[in-house]
């Protein structure tokens, strides 16, 4: 495939995204007094914004990219889950593996912004594990559309959707279906992600998650991580991405370590959520794993030239692939 095939075969892609999805707000206002009941300042507000957190940004990604991307993930019956509702609507996301239930609440992050300053933040959530009933239903959802996938993504920002028993019966399904499975873990069920396709921590989790240390400016000791990491998750593939020194593969017996692009770096946030959904595209294709790592850590370049949480641009990725070419 050339760079025009694999970008045009992204408009075909229904990509699964299971996990963590929020709501992030944004309160902007002035600050012209402070409160006479405390020693704090009033903000006087402005303007508020509602935008997709977590696993939303991973969705707007893989949309982004051309694909249609299909929410799996529990939420509350709460006003903040109508307004995460709304949201995805309104972006026209696939919504078919929404689950709302009265038990839990809805993860809602809330910036209070003076001016440009950032004056608080007000994290309203859970991260306790969905009960039994709700990872029951979750996992139905997640086997009535897998079939219908070309990959999944399993977004994990340990925030409770994800437990290991769910992790395990949808890999298992996948598995038995064919479809490949591509993990952004975090450190609660970093070691419950077994027989996946592809792997994607950061260098922190892979160092958290194994507990080990080593000097990642060693190629010997960075590759015998690497391997360490897919033997201990049984996992057929590792993307490792690693700041300013680019990404390690280690993926259908190659291994590719890539150099970061060097950028104008705005706003490193949401660069992970741009390599994870451009890699699980990639995979669905089935492009070989110097692509696969060459097309993401380009975009997660790309992203970190704008400043705040955006999905990458396709045109201008596939123009810049074109320009090295990654294909």
Same mark, same amino acid.
């Given at each position: ?80 889950? +109508?307004? @995460?509702? /709304?949201?995805? !609507? $309104?972006?026209?996301?696939? %919504?078919?593996?929404? *689950? ?35 990872? +029951?239903? @979750?996992? /139905?959802?997640? !086997? $009535?559309?897998?079939?219908? %996938?070309?990959?999944? *993504? ?39 992600? /077994? ?133």
């Amino acid at each position: 495939m050339n760079i025009h095939q694999v970008f045009e075969a992204f408009n075909s892609l229904r990509v699964l995204v299971i996990g963590d999805v929020m709501l992030d707000s944004y309160v902007w206002g002035k600050v012209e007094r402070i409160s006479p009941e405390a020693p704090v300042p009033v903000v006087n507000v402005s303007n508020r914004e509602y935008r997709l957190g977590g696993a939303g940004n991973v969705l707007l990604n893989v949309q982004a990219l051309g694909a249609e991307a299909i929410v799996c993930t529990v939420i509350g019956t709460d006003s903040s889950g +109508d307004l @995460l509702e /709304n949201s995805l !609507k $309104e972006k026209g996301l696939n %919504c078919e593996g929404l *689950i709302r239930s009265s038990d839990r609440i809805t993860t809602i992050k809330e910036r209070i912004i003076a001016g440009s300053q950032q004056v608080v933040r007000i994290d309203t959530e859970t991260d306790k594990p969905v009960s039994t009933e709700e990872k +029951d239903r @979750l996992v /139905n959802k997640a !086997k $009535e559309l897998i079939p219908s %996938c070309n990959v999944i *993504i399993f977004e994990d920002y340990d925030k409770g959707v994800l437990t290991s028993e769910s992790i395990k019966e949808i890999t298992d399904f996948a598995i038995e279906h064919n479809v490949p499975t591509v993990v952004d873990p975090k450190k609660r069920n970093f070691l419950s992600y /077994n027989n996946v396709t592809l792997f994607k921590p950061n260098l922190k989790e892979l160092r958290e998650g194994l507990k080990v240390e080593f000097n990642v400016d060693n190629p010997a000791e960075l590759q015998a991580t690497v391997q360490q990491l897919k033997e201990t998750l049984n996992a057929k593939g590792a993307l490792i991405t690693l700041s300013e020194r680019g990404v390690i593969i280690d993926f259908q017996d190659e291994v590719h370590k890539l150099p970061a692009h060097i950028r104008q770096i705005a706003d490193v946030s949401g660069a992970g959520d741009t390599v994870i959904s451009i890699a699980a595209c990639c995979v669905a294709l089935g492009l070989p794993p110097r692509s696969i790592a060459g097309i993401s850590n380009l975009g997660g370049g790309l992203v970190c030239e704008l400043v705040g949480v955006v999905p990458i641009d396709k045109a201008l990725l596939k123009t810049e692939a074109e320009k090295f070419g990654l294909v």
